[in-house]
């Protein structure tokens, strides 16, 4: 596969470098510090809260009168 593509065959020529490993925990450190969940905002738990009992207390009334 590299025979016939040159950028790859000089991707695959390019000599291997490694991280030290104070970068290599930087980067680690940075990158689990992204995924960690946010707090949410008591502002937006109350309005989610409020929204779904809002849905469900319109369904029980619209099925109550159904019947």
Known sequence: MTDDDPVLARLAALPMASLDPERSQRIRTAA??????????????MLVAGSTLCYLVCSLWFTLNLF
């Open 32 to 45: 689990l510090r992204a995924l960690r969940p946010r707090a949410l905002h008591p502002a937006w738990a």
